[in-house]
């Protein structure tokens, strides 16, 4: 055979091998959260949702890179510099809490690589282009709050929340619903997630007598406020944010938060959803791979969050990889945030996702239910 034509063979061999390579190029994607420390009751079930992820995005091999950051700002912009400077991220996946997950968002943007809040997050103008909410958004799941107080005849209310982000989140957009709703708010305390007592912010509490009061945490720490309220006698009601809407919060508080009431997706239900309600399929099937990894018993909502995250980015990798962009670039990086905020429905077990330009939360009503706290359970709520 003539060295031109081995040549030439050599050539369209190495063509060849170069374009299965392309075709194989895996999307990556980093997933930083709190699974250690103060709050990892919350992040635990994100990390072990990412347990059961699939091996694929949009029919593209996915590794998926997952780091802990401990709650802690500076270990979650640690890991996301190593995931865009190291590994090459097309898309970071956190934090896991409102505070961590803030602190992301300029390497998101300055970056261009899409970045899913795993916790509620409010997103200012100038941050928007490549930060999208996942989990339900405070003013959405506040609003149900405040409706089904004014549904229970409340005149008056006070709060008790954290004195950092989430707590300020959740009480903005309550003082501000409120009154809209003929509701009076008549105290506002706040304390830290790690503090021991709450007596001096509750008796405060307590002696403006509300008929209701609404506490701004989250798992655990949500606890001492509730517990704290019904041991000096308050038999008001009191509500949660779907913070607390974890198996940890039901074994911390016992019989003390029985009958609390607060919002949350409609995965924790599913079983009294009406067989037409759009996500109780998608929730059923991601239960049903959940309990195959960890076991029977009920599936934290946080690990639903999750799940929606994952199948949105599967979603919009299918429509990123039709524009020919390759992961690990930014053409590719910009075609997934391109593709996710197209207007495109996605259904999770929280809810219907569709982002646009202009909306990066992407969810309605159909991604929130009332529930109580009933025997040890969360039960849909519907009296």
């Known amino acids: 055979m003539s060295r031109p034509l081995l040549a030439m063979l050599a050539g369209l061999l190495m063509s060849a091998s170069s374009v299965a390579l392309s075709a194989e190029t895996p999307i990556k994607i980093g997933f930083t959260g709190t699974f250690t420390g103060a709050n990892a009751s919350n992040g635990i079930p994100y990390r072990n949702a990412a347990e059961v992820f699939p091996d694929t995005l949009g029919g593209r091999p996915v590794q998926w890179i997952v ?49 899913l809040a795993m916790a509620p997050v409010a997103i200012p103008d100038d941050k928007r282009a490549f930060v999208f909410n996942v989990s339900q958004p405070v003013s ?82 949500a606890v001492l406020p509730h517990a704290t309220l019904r041991d000096q006698g308050y038999e008001g009601l009191i509500y949660q944010t779907h913070g607390t809407v974890a198996q940890a919060f039901l074994d911390s508080g016992g019989k003390a938060v029985e009958d609390a009431r607060m919002p ?60 020919g962009a390759e992961p690990g670039t930014e053409a590719f990086r910009v075609a997934l945030r391109d593709a996710m905020q197209s207007g495109e429905e996605v259904v999770g077990p929280n809810g219907v996702f569709k982002y646009t330009e202009d909306d990066h939360y992407g969810l309605d009503e159909r991604a929130r239910v009332m529930v109580t706290v009933k025997d040890g359970r969360f039960r849909l709520l519907q009296d």
């Open 67 to 115: 780091l802990d950051d401990g709650g802690d700002a500076t270990n979650a912009m640690r890991n996301a510099r190593r995931f865009i400077d190291v590994d090459k991220v097309d898309a970071i996946v956190g934090s896991t809490s409102s505070p961590t997950a803030m602190t992301l968002f300029d390497i998101a943007n300055q970056s261009k690589t899409p970045q």
């Open 140 to 221: 959405l799941m506040s609003s149900a709050i405040v409706q089904d107080m004014k549904d229970q005849g409340v005149k008056t209310a006070a709060y008790i929340g954290y004195a950092d982000g989430w707590g300020d989140m959740n009480w903005n957009i309550f003082k501000e619903m409120a009154p809209k709703a003929g509701i009076e708010v008549l105290a506002e305390e706040r304390y830290n997630r790690t503090d021991p007592s709450v007596i001096a912010q509750v008796l405060k509490v307590v002696a403006a007598d509300p008929d209701a009061v609404f506490i701004g945490a989250s798992t655990t720490p």
């Open 264 to 323: 949350t997706g409609p995965m924790v239900v599913v079983e009294d959803l009406p067989d037409d309600n759009p996500v109780k399929k998608v929730s059923q099937d991601f239960i049903q791979k959940y309990q195959a990894k960890w076991g029977p018993g009920p599936v934290p909502a946080f690990a639903g969050t999750a799940w929606d995250g994952m199948l949105i980015l599967d979603a919009a990798a299918a429509k990123a990889l039709k524009s």
